[in-house]
């Protein structure tokens, strides 16, 4: 008879039980993967909520005929029409874009949460946390309004290109970007007014004199201040003025990246100095960065606090 062979117990184990690690997962890591989970079902869901509403395609229609109508009409004054280059699109999309994106993100975000009513309570009362709601409605929100964006954009775009040559293509993809960061910016703004005050009238109230003050009275207000201040430095007038308002830290970045930092007059000087440079750059998208973050924070205490 052959010996019998010796059978380690650990070995052994290993062979009866090969998914002992996957089954041994960190508990840490697993809740991390199930409140991920959650997150994208919420987002899903209000991506599709906000699919389903027709004046987000309005909206994507909206942009493209822009594009469209700015490139071919642009220069019917000096009665030549036809389609033109990017730089003139550019340019003259730039201060519409800074006018309907905001108040398109501003609506989006307050009419999502701010007069839920059961909508909301329902699904607070599913087994899933008000971080996790906020969180995948944001995400499914921005989405929506992304897909919306780049669709009008690149549509437009597209045809532009076709027609009217590839010059300054940089320029109009900077403005693409940017309206798209601008208009992730106003939701989560949006958000935290729905969050601030449940009343749908208030919350759009609010939205509307955010987006005012923005678009309209802050240059007012910025023109007055470096009046009054005149012997102050310009620098140190401008720059707290454009890290405050994101709507102008936007038109700054896209102007100076078509090439037509010259639009600004005597103070083009300084904001090429502030943001002409790969770090100007860089600390005016930390700033945009920074502009986005923090209303989802203050959102996301007052949020979980509120009975809804």
Known sequence: MSAERRIDPMSAER???????????????????????????????????????????????????????????GLAQS?????????????????????????????????????????????????????????????GLAAALGVAQALGFGGGGVVVA???????????????????????????????????????????????????????AYDLVVLGATALLSGVPLQSVLFPALVVNPVDLVRVLTTLAVGSGALFGPTSAVLMRMFGTAGGVALGLAVLLIEGIVPLLVAARVFRRRDW
């Open 79 to 139: 009665r030549e029409v036809g389609f033109q280059g990017f730089a003139r699109v550019t340019l003259s999309l730039m201060n519409l874009v800074l006018i309907i994106v905001p108040l398109t993100g501003l609506m989006l975000g307050v009419t999502s949460i701010a007069g839920g009513g059961e909508s909301l309570a329902l699904l607070l009362a599913q087994p899933v946390s008000r971080g996790e709601v906020l969180g995948g409605k944001f995400l």
């Open 15 to 73: 062979r009866i039980d090969p998914m002992s690690a996957e089954r041994q997962m960190d508990p840490m890591s697993a809740r991390q993967q199930g409140s991920l989970r959650r997150v994208a079902v919420v987002a899903r869901e209000e991506y599709r909520r906000a699919l389903e509403t027709r004046w987000l395609f309005v909206f994507t229609a909206l942009f493209a005929l822009l594009v469209l109508g700015l490139s071919y009409f």
């Open 162 to 216: 076709l027609n009217g040559g590839m010059d300054q293509v940089p320029g109009f993809l900077v403005l693409t970007g940017l309206s798209l960061v601008l208009g992730w910016i106003t939701l989560a703004a949006a958000i935290c007014i729905a969050a601030l005050w449940p009343d749908r009238l208030r919350a759009m109230s609010a939205a509307l004199l955010l987006w005012l003050l923005m678009v309209i």
